[in-house]
Structures are given as structure tokens and as C-alpha cells.
């Protein structure tokens, strides 16, 4: 059936009645009709749709999320797809960018929009999702959980084309939040995977889903049977250094030094200048007390572009942000010279530079550094009031009661941080 000219705007909701009024008022001015699917909410969900749109639709829900998303796109009459969530939130510059793309729409384009995890108290992620393309029967959404119609956009030949268009996604703003998502989301694909089902990347996703619910072993060995997927299906393999960084990580935390360095190594060989892969092998190294490779991994990341990949990751740190963690390594390799010149060329002043070198040494254990930075900080200016807890903390630890006592007072914190014993 030949589609109308314009832009379909599809989401799929459950009980979202806090949500919906807000979400939908960003799509109404670039959308040229609003479908919406109800999965069996049990609030008011429906009747706030129906105040935006006649196009509510009722589907019952099967544990799959492209299935959802799928009837919600088949109710679509316009040429084009849009899919959203009742938690997506775009701003007015946004909003004109989508309007201007229809420009483009001619059944040949898909697009890569940019997702901005907000997630309270936590440092935002980033990631790029296909969340626009032509309203064919041919692209369907993929996956139970985790759902994606890139596979299908690409077999179906089109060009993919990235654009800078934002939407923030506020899903995740509490850990009660991200802890319930990650069980839904764990519970569904350990689903998927004793039917049989499932890919390289279903593996890939579960092993990250394991790993913050204290599920550790469980996660490198998921991680292990997805990097076997990877070779053997052939595709996904922009994942394969993600996986090796992974297992670094995962093996680090679990005290394992040895089977960390051996991934970072794996992670190394394929990395090549990808910045990002880079700067958390640097990170990673400087928590093992490597920084001769820290030192080389950093200096691999400077001058270079952060890029959202398809999984959730931070932004870079800043120029200056990113000497600063290379003079962290240096002054642990004594080069006292080569850390100071760092340092004192950091735009954020020689005070807050060395406010942040002690942050960053407490954060790692390294209390002797921590002990020395932030006393320099305050031969440069004052201390933010964490920072004196912080050196308060490291004061207690080393037996300086009274200096502890002190600093504990200028923190305004009634209660001393926890500080372990330096790292070796």
C-alpha cells in the first residue's frame, strides 16, 4: 500500500501516565499523525493519549518488544517511521531539525539520531539509535528486548545516515529505575537464550545486563559465548573490542589481574585510534598501576572526536581534563617534571587542577598523591567541601587525628568518608 507524504510518530506505553502529557508535546509539532499503543496499562495512560491523538491502539503484551513496535508501525499511514518512548523528551531545536529531515525523505534514507541517557546523579551516556526510516513492510523491528531494525534497514539496502538530532531519554534517572529495567530486561533475554534464540549481540547486551546486578562470572561467560557468536556469524564485529574492554573490566573487579591485562591486550590489537576505546584502556591500566601503557593509551585520545557508538558510553573528558589524567600517571612514574608542566598548563587554574588530581588519586586508593594534591590545592585557594572530607578521610588514615578532625568541620559532613589503605 502506498503511504502518504509526511512523518508517523509511534510509541509503544505501559502506565505511563506521569510521562505521556510531556513526551507527547515535543512530537506534536514535527509529527504529521501520533500512534500510540497501549501494552495494559492500569492507570489513565489511554485517556492522555487520546487528548493528543484519535490513533490509540491496544495490544496485548507477548514479553517482545518488536512485536509491540511492529503493530504500532503497521497502524502507520505516512511514508516515514519515527519511534519513540513516553520517557524521550526533544527540545525546540530538535524538533525543527526533524522537520527539516523530511526534506529528505525518499524511501532510500534511514537515520541515526543521537541518545542521551540522563541519568541523575550519574554522568550522562550516549549512544546512536536507527530511530527513523521509511515506513516499508520489508523493515521490521528485531529481538524481544533490546529491539533494533537496523538488520532489517540494511538488508533492505538503504543508506544510513547520521545525523546530530538529540533526544533525551530520562528512563534511567534513579538506580530503583535502572534496577528494574535491567531485571526485565535480564529476565527476557535469559528467556531467549534457553529457547535457543538469540544472536551474538543478545549475548553481548545480557553479559552487560549480569554485570551490574553483581552477576560477575555469569557475565564473562556470557561475554565469552558472544565473542564465539561474533567470528562465527560474521557481523557485529565493531563489538568485539567493546567485549575485550568489558572483560577487562569485569576481570579487574573480580581480582583478576592477569585475565584483565590479557583482554586490555586483545582490546589493544583492535582498538587502533578509536579515542574512546582508548581512553578507557588508559583509565583501566591506571587502576592496575600500569602507567607507562595508561600514559600511551591516553596519548592516543587527544585531538580526537567523540562519536556515540550503538551501546551507551560517556562523552570524552576535555583537553585539559585529559592532560591532567595523563600527569596523574606521570607523577606515579616520578616524572614530577612532566606531571607539573601538565598541570600547571591546564586552563582550570593550578588550584582546581590540583583539587582534581587529588580527587582522581583518592577515587584510585593512591592516598600519598591524594595527601600531596590536595595540600597543593590549598597553597592555590580553598578546597569545594567534599574535597575536604576527602582530605579529611586521607588525614584520619594516616594517623593525623586533629588535621582530620579539622577538616571534617570545614566539610559541614557530620560523617567521615571511607578511604581503604593506599594502592601499591
Not at 503493530?71 to 525543527?96: C, G, M, P
Not at 528485531?142 to 534497514?153: D, K, W
Not at 595540600?375 to 567534599?386: C, D, M, S, T, V
Amino acid at each position: 500500500m502506498t503511504k502518504s507524504p509526511g512523518l508517523s510518530v509511534c510509541m509503544i506505553v505501559k502506565n505511563e501516565s506521569a510521562n505521556l502529557a510531556d513526551s507527547l508535546a515535543c512530537f506534536t509539532s514535527f509529527a504529521d499523525e501520533l500512534i500510540v499503543v497501549d501494552t495494559g496499562s492500569a492507570d489513565n495512560t489511554k485517556e492522555i493519549a487520546a487528548r493528543f491523538t484519535p490513533l490509540v491502539y491496544d495490544f496485548e503484551w507477548i514479553d517482545d518488544f518488536s512485536a509491540a513496535r511492529n503493530f504500532a508501525k503497521s497502524k502507520a499511514t505516512r511514508s516515514y517511521h519515527l519511534w519513540v518512548d513516553a520517557d524521550d523528551r526533544i527540545d525546540s531545536q530538535n524538533q525543527l531539525l526533524i522537520e527539516s529531515l523530511k526534506s529528505d525523505f525518499d524511501s532510500r534514507k534511514a537515520f541515526w539520531f543521537i541518545l542521551q541517557n540522563d541519568q541523575g546523579n550519574l554522568t550522562p551516556t550516549s549512544c546512536r539509535q536507527l530511530r527513523c526510516f521509511p515506513n516499508a513492510e520489508n523493515i521490521q523491528f528485531e529481538r524481544p528486548v533490546h529491539e533494533q531494525a537496523f538488520e532489517s534497514v540494511l538488508r533492505a539496502g538503504l543508506e544510513v545516515v547520521f545525523t546530530e538530532i538529540v533526544i533525551v531519554h530520562l528512563g534511567y534517572m534513579t538506580n530503583e529505575a535502572r534496577l528494574a529495567k535491567a531485571m526485565r530486561n535480564m529476565t527476557m533475554m535469559e528467556k531467549q537464550r534457553a529457547a535457543g534464540a538469540g544472536d551474538g549481540g543478545m549475548l553481548f547486551s545480557l553479559a552487560l545486563t549480569y554485570a551490574p546486578l553483581g552477576r560477575e562470572k555469569d557475565a564473562l561467560e556470557c561475554m565469552a559465548d558472544a565473542l564465539e557468536r561474533f567470528e562465527k556469524e560474521g557481523y557485529n564485529h565493531h563489538l568485539i573490542p567493546e567485549a575485550y574492554l568489558f572483560q577487562a573490566r569485569v576481570a579487574f573487579e573480580m581480582g583478576d589481574y592477569d585475565k584483565s591485562l590479557r583482554n586490555l591486550a586483545a582490546a589493544g590489537s583492535l582498538a587502533g585510534s578509536n579515542p574512546r576505546h582508548n581512553y578507557q584502556m588508559g583509565i583501566l591500566y591506571q587502576q592496575m598501576g600500569r602507567h607507562r601503557l595508561a600514559v600511551d593509551a591516553l596519548r592516543q585520545v587527544g585531538g580526537k572526536k567523540y562519536v556515540p557508538d550503538l551501546y551507551p558510553s560517556q562523552p570524552l573528558p576535555n583537553g585539559s581534563e585529559l592532560l591532567l589524567h595523563i600527569a596523574y600517571s606521570l607523577y606515579c612514574l616520578n616524572d614530577q617534571k612532566g606531571a607539573l608542566e601538565l598541570i600547571n598548563s591546564s586552563e582550570a587554574g593550578r588550584g582546581r587542577s590540583w583539587e582534581w588530581m587529588g580527587t582522581k588519586a583518592f577515587a584510585f586508593q593512591n592516598l600519598g598523591l591524594a595527601h600531596i594534591a590536595f595540600e597543593a590545592a590549598l597553597r592555590f585557594g580553598g578546597l569545594e567541601p567534599i574535597s575536604w572530607a576527602r582530605l579529611g578521610a586521607v588525614y584520619k588514615l594516616r594517623g593525623y587525628a586533629e588535621k582530620a578532625r579539622q577538616c571534617f568541620e570545614r566539610s559541614g559532613m557530620s560523617e567521615p568518608l571511607n578511604a581503604s589503605v593506599p594502592a601499591a
